[in-house]
């Protein structure tokens, strides 16, 4: 069982930055493939980001792509997400997920096992 704690939420004004953690325990967290999702209201979850356990092979949605940065720092089992150029379009819950065996696309939800409960990003125009 891997248990993912997001922090780092919070009002931001349009323009600027964030940088949101996601701190893992219960495995080994090196193994993991991680994924940033975001949710909101009124719409479906979708993609953000994604970074395997190699880190050279990260994945980014079209729309963030520029703009958010994921990493990993397997010494401290956390992976981050760094938000830049923040509008109010990504204003949204937040969610980290992960997984040891992707059981579909890193862009789809059902490829994760675990899920955080969730950090609010609110963007401010």
């Known amino acids: 069982q891997v248990q993912l704690v997001e922090s780092g939420g919070g009002l931001v004004q349009a323009g600027g930055s964030l940088r949101l953690s996601c701190a893992a325990s219960?495995?080994?967290?090196?193994?993991?493939?991680m994924g940033w999702f975001r949710q909101a209201p009124g719409k479906e979850r979708e993609f953000v980001a994604f970074?395997?356990?190699?880190?050279?092979?990260?994945l980014y949605a079209d729309s963030v792509k520029g703009r958010f940065t994921i990493s990993r720092d397997n010494a401290k089992s956390t992976v981050y997400l760094q938000m830049s150029s923040l509008n109010a379009e990504d204003t949204a819950v937040y969610f980290c997920?992960?997984?040891?065996?992707?059981?579909?696309?890193?862009?789809?939800?059902?490829?994760?096992?675990?899920w955080g409960q969730g950090t609010q990003v609110t963007v401010s125009l």
């Open positions: 997920a992960a997984t040891n065996t992707l059981h579909d696309s890193p862009l789809k939800g059902r490829a994760y096992d675990y």
């Open positions: 219960g495995r080994t967290f090196s193994n993991y493939y």
């Open positions: 970074i395997p356990w190699t880190i050279n092979r990260t």
